[in-house]
């Protein structure tokens, strides 16, 4: 089983400082070959290209309304203009893909060049709602949540047959998006319709990022909208089940991945999807919860925490590198790196990016490179390359107290990768702002018939172990405050 490194990009932005450095615009389907260059050096493995779709203008019209939005649109970049800004690429007008970018033809020509590259292509699905200028609005009325006469969270949309009171799109924790409008799957017509919406854009790409995947669920659609009841309510089985299924049925390999919280990600797992954010681990990290990280992980199965995607940051969190020192960004970034499952890396990120840039802008502000981070991220993604993280077999392990009395093994997290045997990779990192201990207990097929020799892979150090002792006494380890290492294993008799 491969474990993917998925890049987020912002399409807008990204397209925006192309066309600006090569003094012409750029399309989809005229991206320098030196991208692609670059992914691929890096080892990402898929692209996901956030917001390609077609947005409206009562959506950009709402994008200038909100204060909120025109406070962040200040604190991002000082010197917007309306022009910077369109409508949210989570309110969908059309998936198609906006003119500006090149259209269908230019994504499908940006698609072949990855592949050409060994990468594959991430698009958005937004299932839970669409943007107020789609046009199912006015000519398909019927497939929303509504309500038989005006309610707070409501708008009116005029039809033949009268005025439709239909609802904003919302996450019940919060005020409606009120430049969206709620799709009503206790309906068979609309879930019918979104499907095959999705088998359309499966057909463009290889997997898609579900946008707040859970909202869809049976029981989270019973719950949110029970102050919108409808007659002849129709929830006989789970969307996402049916639609995963029906996809694959024709892409066996297509890639589901599903932007889920509120602990109802295994749920979603268990439906079909690849893999789900993995929130939870990143609020333990940026919260600096140290001991909380290894007790939640190794807590876990090992085949949910390999059906997680894992991150520092993406487009809806804080940039990570204006939460985290540069001493604790390298070992959350390698715990990251070298767990299983999907890898997700945010555009600017690896640059030390620190300015959160809404997803409403076109237009970001320039951020000079931070150098240590730059190579901090060449480094790790370079050795990864070089060993089996990501590939073959993986085994979490529960570090061990060094000595009685020493409880620094709770900051460690390790994962041994093998990919072909006897070698094999361990990845070891402490949390803590203090030097740790600990003894790792190896798994390896006739460790002790072996004599080993240890190359770390991010520091080139060399060390040499007797293989009796490391499978009665595991390895002992004692690393830095935020120590971070790769060790390639090598039976050297």
Not at 241 to 250: F, S, Y
Not at 255 to 264: D, G, P, R
Not at 290 to 303: C, D, F, M, R
Not at 332 to 344: Q, V
Request: proline share 5%; net charge negative; hydrophobic share 40%.
């Amino acid at each position: 089983m491969s474990h993917p490194i998925l890049y987020e990009i912002n399409t807008r932005c990204w397209l925006h400082d192309l066309s600006a450095q090569a003094g012409k615009r750029i399309k989809l389907g005229t991206v320098p070959e030196a991208e692609f260059n670059r992914w691929r050096d890096l080892g990402f493995t898929h692209i996901w290209l956030m917001g390609v779709w077609t947005t409206g203008s009562l959506s950009h019209k709402q994008a200038l309304k909100e204060p909120g939005l025109l406070q962040a649109y200040s604190e991002a970049l000082p010197d917007w203009k309306e022009s910077d800004v369109c409508g949210s690429p989570y309110a969908i007008a059309d998936y198609k893909v906006a003119r500006e970018f090149g259209g269908d033809a230019g994504l499908a020509k940006f698609r072949a060049k990855l592949h050409t590259h060994g990468i594959k292509l991430i698009l958005d699905f937004v299932g839970n709602h669409l943007g107020l200028d789609h046009h199912w609005v006015k000519k398909r009325p019927e497939m929303f949540v509504q309500s038989a006469s005006e309610v707070p969270g409501t708008f009116a949309q005029e039809a033949a047959e009268g005025v439709h009171w239909l609802a904003y799109g919302k996450d019940p924790f919060f005020a409606p998006w009120m430049d969206t409008v709620q799709l009503d799957y206790r309906k068979p017509d609309t879930r019918a319709a979104m499907l095959e919406l999705l088998q359309g854009i499966a057909k463009r790409c290889d997997g898609v990022r579900c946008d707040m995947a859970m909202l869809m669920l049976n029981q989270v659609i019973a719950q949110t909208w029970s102050a919108f009841p409808v007659t002849n309510e129709f929830l006989p089985s789970e969307f996402w089940q049916d639609a995963i299924t029906a996809v694959r049925q024709t892409q066996a390999d297509f890639l589901f991945l599903a932007e889920a919280y509120w602990n109802l990600e295994g749920r979603l797992q268990e439906l079909g999807f690849d893999y789900t954010y993995a929130k939870v681990l990143y609020d333990k990290i940026i919260h600096r919860e140290t001991a909380s990280v290894q007790n939640h992980l190794l807590g876990a199965p090992a085949e949910y925490v390999a059906a997680s995607a894992h991150f520092l940051e993406n487009h809806d969190e804080p940039r990570v590198a204006a939460l985290l020192s540069i001493e604790e960004h390298c070992p959350a970034a390698l715990l990251m790196l070298g767990l299983p499952g999907l890898r997700f890396l945010h555009e600017g990120q690896l640059n030390g990016a620190r300015v959160k840039i809404p997803v409403q802008l076109a237009r970001r502000p320039y951020e000079p490179v931070q150098p240590e981070i730059q190579s901090m991220y060449e480094r790790l993604l370079r050795a990864l390359k070089e060993s089996s993280v990501g590939q073959g077999s993986f085994h979490l392990l529960r570090p061990a107290a060094a000595w009685a009395g020493n409880s620094t093994n709770e900051n460690f997290f390790i994962v041994q990768w093998q990919a072909q045997p006897p070698e094999f990779d361990l990845v070891v990192v402490n949390l803590a702002p203090y030097r740790s201990q600990c003894h790792a207990p190896l798994r390896a097929t006739n460790l002790a018939g072996h004599n080993w020799s240890l190359r770390d892979l991010l520091s080139m150090e060399t060390h040499d172990r007797v293989g009796s002792d490391l499978a009665t006494q595991g390895l002992y380890l004692e690393l830095p405050a935020h120590g971070a290492q790769v060790f390639h294993f090598s039976p050297v008799n």
